[in-house]
């Protein structure tokens, strides 16, 4: 079976555009979330969708971020305008159920520049 | 307070040693999972080993083993005869309902 799928893979763009991160989890997976990794903090959870709804966006850093899952196989997260602090590996991860001990699979992430 | 402590930052030894790579969390929850993920140069994160906090068998797959201990609230993971392929950030993070509460990563080096 596939995995999380993400892309782009890497981003390379300027400050003050628009950038939006794609994800498709794996199929059956009721659980999806958003996660950024940067040196300075680590893994830092964004969002998590439960059956295609938002349940905690406490983790999203301001309103420039957003995330949508408009379906059980896709969902996006979108930076406007970016910034260059932005600048991170964003990994996209679901799982079966989030309550229970199932694990937490992640895709390959995406490398977001911003210049 | 839930909290995940890897206290050693980066290890590095010779291949073909064994490693052990420690996991001490904190939580006051009596259901609890721990995880274990590997984070290889190429970026991924990879997933390893589940443990749950009824079942303090220790586990081992081929090179890896895990030794849980509620009484030191420690999940440590040994790998034995290290290989290059086993240079990566390794976590160790506890379940907290949906949430991961992720350790800092402890860097393995694996020299050849």
């Known amino acids: 079976d596939a995995g999380v799928i993400q892309s782009p893979r890497h981003e390379v763009t300027e400050m003050g555009q628009e950038v939006t991160l794609r994800c498709k989890p794996i199929?059956?997976?009721?659980?999806l979330f958003w996660y950024r990794q940067t040196m300075m903090r680590g893994l830092e959870l964004l969002i998590y969708f439960n059956n295609n709804v938002p349940i905690d966006d406490s983790g999203m850093p301001e309103d420039r971020f957003s995330a949508k899952m408009p379906n059980a196989s896709f969902s996006t997260l979108k930076i406007q305008p970016s910034e260059p602090r932005d600048s991170a590996v964003y990994f996209c991860?679901?799982?079966?159920?989030?309550?229970?001990?199932?694990?937490?699979?992640f895709g390959d992430g995406t490398r977001l520049s911003i210049l | 307070a839930q909290k995940v402590t890897q206290a050693q930052t980066e290890i590095s030894v010779v291949e073909k040693e064994d490693v052990t790579l420690d996991c001490v969390y904190e939580?006051?929850?009596?259901?609890?999972?721990l995880f274990w993920y590997k984070q290889p140069p190429s970026g991924e994160l990879v997933f390893l080993i589940r443990r749950n906090s009824f079942d303090e068998q220790n586990e081992i797959s081929g090179r890896y083993s895990w030794n849980f201990q509620k009484s030191t609230s420690s999940f440590n993971f040994t790998i034995t005869a290290s290989q290059v392929v086993d240079s990566a950030v390794y976590f160790c993070?506890?379940?907290?309902?949906?949430?991961?509460?992720w350790g800092a990563g402890t860097k393995l080096i694996i020299k050849p």
């Open positions: 939580t006051r929850d009596t259901t609890y999972y």
């Open positions: 991860a679901s799982s079966l159920v989030g309550g229970s001990g199932e694990p937490q699979h």
């Open positions: 993070a506890l379940r907290n309902n949906y949430q991961l509460i």
């Open positions: 199929s059956g997976h009721d659980y």
